[in-house]
């Protein structure tokens, strides 16, 4: 139960004298007001994904030229979140799913008529979009794991009529595909049996694959891009190096070039000209997003996006003449703010910001912050403390990110902001296996599950403890995917740490994980056994680090929530775990949200979990909470 003492403020929610509005849940989590701006490659149209009038995510059409907007899809109740324009003019393509199983098709709209078509309507498919090229409008590459489920084959689809066509088969471990200019899949990343991966080339469609790269399994690397005439390959690679860097290579062996690269940070996104296929810029995290130019003469572009508003700028190519691009600026206090920047002008025009009601509230800003673990390896992550509150014995949340090859970042956090309003100090640590930092910090992860990496956290908590922050008393944990997992060990593995713990579509054991994992992840399984370790070698160290086997020592509250079609962490995980604790007379809170998958994409699901959360963690750690309300709709189940 939630009790708030005050006055109430004009948003209709209770405030205490002191601190700041508590802000509505809806405001955070519900849908954003407008997001993911694209502009159509001709520079007449802007697509963007808004609420319609039944609050479900649809992908809306503003006409540059008069301002006009209509919405061009009805997407029944899950709403969109991918959409892409192709080089028709006025066709765009989306993909969706069914309920959160990830199986996702490709539909087209003609955005005068608002016709709407399922290109892929194969059953039980997922198909993914590989290649668009301006020269050749009318067609696109796509991957469908129609023939066999655990590979994706190449197909080509006309945009006109629909019709497809096998391309290129997968022999069975290509990650990977990259088209040229002539839209022929010409480059190929593929898995081996170590961990490694090889880049293939072939000189034309019908030429054999040979290898030109060979990664060993500690090296990472991705496909960027084929030069205009398909002799040089761009590539990301940590070959030679700590960091991914931009790379360019002759396929024949004439040699490399080195074109863009930071010693201490992974190049993280290439900015890259579809019509005269070169580099323009990559973008490399730091402690936030930094663009360094690559082509000559580009920096002057540079300066005026980072001069036009403060923040962080994510860039996105505009119009297929490059005079436009669209840019995402995000702050940490405020939310993402659209703008359209004209290149010739060198002149920034707002377009909508993602959240306006949030303009007018007190966010809090968001610290980097550094230390080390027990072991002397540099860590990095953020911190963000709560308004109107002395920065001493807080009540904190360690909240940790998914992957766990993934990283928390600088910016809007919907889920830091709502934590600090509630009184909570945030803790996020880039754990050791988080990337972004080179491939010695995420190797340091292999097989550290529940081990080195959650050494860290530990770390992490000690850290801000020893500071004086932190209320040792009344620390959560909590996080999604590998973050619900990280809650999980939390309270087996280090009970005497936490007062409780919020585990979101978390897996408890790693056996059983690995064992289940979608079958078209069939060409990671060398990875995960390399990171994770052999079932069939290493199942008693693998359970040794899975909390199922562990429950008995669980002191702390627990809250699970679970969705029921997750194709990655499958229900069963959670079911185990709470069958385990409850075995044990350990209190564990238990939702299965029956139309989702990894994670929640309705709104009415969100706010429901967000509200069971809130309530659960200002029992345990004494925050502030707004009452849970009437919530429509929602799916939830509790188990």
């Not at 319609?52 to 709403?79: I, Y």
Request: aromatic letters at 8%; hydrophobic letters at 40%.
């Amino acid at each position: 139960m939630c009790h708030n003492l005050g006055v109430t403020d004009p948003l209709g929610v209770k405030t205490i004298p002191g601190l700041p509005t508590l802000i509505p849940r809806a405001l955070l989590f519900g849908n954003p007001d407008r997001i993911h701006p694209q502009l159509s490659p001709d520079g007449r149209y802007l697509a963007f994904l808004a609420p319609d009038s039944r609050d479900v995510l649809q992908v809306f059409l503003r006409m540059l030229e008069t301002g006009a907007e209509k919405v061009l899809t009805r997407d029944s109740k899950r709403g969109l979140r991918a959409f892409f324009w192709t080089y028709e003019p006025d066709i765009l393509i989306y993909l969706q799913d069914s309920d959160g199983d990830e199986n996702f098709h490709v539909f087209r709209v003609d955005v005068r008529s608002g016709d709407t078509r399922d290109l892929t309507p194969f059953p039980g498919i997922r198909a993914q979009v590989v290649a668009l090229e301006p020269r050749i409008p009318r067609h696109l590459l796509i991957a469908l794991n129609k023939e066999d489920a655990r590979k994706h084959d190449v197909y080509r689809l006309n945009l006109t009529d629909g019709s497809i066509a096998f391309d290129t088969a997968n022999p069975g471990n290509v990650v990977a595909w990259l088209a040229d200019a002539k839209l022929e899949i010409r480059a190929a990343m593929a898995s081996l049996p170590d961990g490694g991966h090889e880049i293939w080339v072939r000189d034309q469609q019908t030429a054999a694959w040979r290898a030109v790269r060979r990664w060993n399994p500690d090296d990472e690397g991705d496909l960027v891009d084929w030069s205009e005439d398909g002799k040089t390959l761009y590539l990301l690679s940590s070959e030679g190096a700590d960091t991914k860097r931009l790379i360019s290579i002759d396929p024949d062996g004439a040699g490399e070039r080195v074109l863009a690269g930071d010693p201490q940070n992974d190049v993280n996104s290439v900015l890259f000209d579809p019509r005269r296929r070169i580099p323009l810029a990559v973008g490399i995290y730091r402690e936030k997003l930094v663009w360094r130019a690559v082509e000559p003469g580009l920096d002057p572009d540079l300066r005026a996006v980072s001069d036009a508003q403060g923040g962080e700028c994510q860039i996105m190519l505009g119009d297929l003449d490059g005079r436009l691009w669209l840019l995402a600026y995000a702050n940490d206090a405020g939310p993402i703010q659209y703008h359209l920047f004209d290149r010739r002008e060198r002149r920034a025009q707002f377009l909508f910001s993602q959240r306006p009601q949030l303009e007018k509230l007190r966010l809090v800003p968001i610290m980097p912050a550094a230390l080390r673990a027990r072991d002397g390896l540099p860590l990095h992550g953020y911190l963000t403390l709560p308004v109107g509150r002395e920065p001493a014995s807080l009540p904190t949340v360690l909240l940790v990110h998914g992957g766990p090859w993934a990283r928390d970042r600088w910016g809007f956090n919907p889920m830091v902001q709502w934590l600090a309003n509630r009184g909570y100090a945030v803790l996020q640590i880039n754990f050791r296996g988080s990337t972004g930092y080179g491939k010695a910090f995420l190797n340091a992860g292999n097989r550290e599950w529940a081990g080195k990496m959650h050494d860290d956290l530990i770390d992490g908590v000690d850290w801000l403890v020893g500071r004086g922050i932190a209320d040792r008393r009344r620390v959560a944990i909590m996080g999604a995917s590998y973050g619900g997992y990280a809650a999980l060990v939390g309270l087996t593995f280090t009970p005497e740490v936490f007062c409780c713990g919020v585990d979101i579509v978390g897996p408890s054991n790693i056996v059983t994980l690995v064992q289940t994992i979608p079958p078209y992840w069939q060409p990671l399984r060398a990875a995960f056994a390399r990171r994770l370790g052999v079932v069939e070698t290493d199942e008693s160290f693998m359970k040794s680090r899975s909390p199922l086997f562990r429950a008995d020592r669980v002191r702390a509250p627990l809250l699970i929530a679970q969705g029921a079609h997750d194709p990655r962490v499958k229900r069963a995980e959670s079911d185990q775990m709470v069958a385990a604790m409850r075995s044990a007379g350990k209190p564990v809170d238990y939702w299965v949200y029956e139309d989702e998958g990894h994670g929640f994409a309705r709104p009415e699901n969100r706010m429901h979990f967000y509200a069971q959360a809130e309530a659960f963690l200002a029992r345990y750690l004494g925050g502030r909470c707004e009452p849970e309300g009437p919530i429509a709709n929602h799916s939830a189940n509790r188990c």
